[in-house]
């Protein structure tokens, strides 16, 4: 077997697949907030549908890692986008006929998108060398840079759709996510063969396909017993739970200080390009300096990002500053953390870990970006970010503890496949 090239085959079906899937979730970000405000008729609603998101991510996170675990990534990545695209069907029918919990419905099934996006990064890990694993697996995020920025470019677009066919101008981002989610699934279906998980585990004399799904408990025990794996997955959890809670209310800020739609979808694109446009460099920082350093400076630009956004009042300019950096901090710490997780643990181990790592990660999200809109209704957007900060410093606590562990005790990397 070429693994070279089948790993390369596997990268580019994964991006393509990532690029026409961050399509919906990029769409969904820059108009979820303004839907729910809109049915609601308030401001300390529209923090629900970012967070509902979320919670749909955190539930589907096992299911599909499970359905990966018994049958190959092919099954559970594919699965995972057509649930997305009936949740943005359901989405649209939620918000043109002004039912806010038929919105909260669909999009929770949205969230499968956001699960299986970030699945897809474990999928490009599974077949690649230790000195690799950082690259390849930040290839994959890049790659959601295109369609995730373009997604929030596409609500004037997307308006103008929505009102040919008569439905309500916010709603027509969701009809391009919907079609973006569809398409995605279709491409792992057909192109991701042979599947990356199963082919790791015959590589490493293990069944490809395991007697029985371990139980998330098991992968719990698992993850708590490998140190270096669990400051991935708190470095994981808490960088997005800060990312989720000051992502959320920046259009319903940036709304209230006058922005316009086409504004606030910019100042979202970029903050999505901060996300991803960097993370092969990234990947490279990881394999060559190590994940716990680049896991730690992600820390460092998450703090300076709360920094600005909080002291950034209603400057559009400022505002988008912080976003950007909030987005590049997220990146350091989700790229170094992935990989950290990946050679932490053993081929035939490590799908069920990796669920319960997204699920942990994705419930942590939804509780702070349910919080966001409670702090800034009660206090304003500088102390939702002051909130927010305090996370980062648990996880450089957590990580200079593990780097004081021998590399034995701490967890030596599981190594190729």
Known sequence: MDLARLQRRTLVTLALAQTIGGVGVGSALSVGGLIAEELTGSSSWAGTATTTITLGAALFALPLAGLAARRGRRAGLGTGWFAAALGGAIAVAGASFASFPLFLAGMALFGSGSATGLQSRYAAADLAGERTRGRDLSIVVWATTVGSVAGPNLTGPGGVLAARVGLPELVGPLLFATAGFLAAGLLTLVLLRPDPLLTARRLAGAPARPPRRGSPRAAWRL???????????????LSHAVM???MTMTPVHMAHGGAELDVIGLTISLHIAGMYALSPVVGRLADRLGRVPVLVAGQAILLCSTVVSGLAGHSHAVTTVGLVLLGLGWSFALVSASTLLAESLEADRRADAQGLSDLVMNLCGAGGGALSGVLVGAYGFGTLNAVAAT???????????????????AGEPAGRG
């Open 223 to 237: 993850v708590a017993r490998t140190p270096r794996a669990a400051l991935a997955m708190a470095g994981m959890a």
């Open 244 to 246: 989720v809670m000051v």
């Open 391 to 409: 996370l980062t410093v648990v996880v450089v606590v957590l990580a200079a503890r593990t780097w004081r562990l021998p590399r034995a005790e």
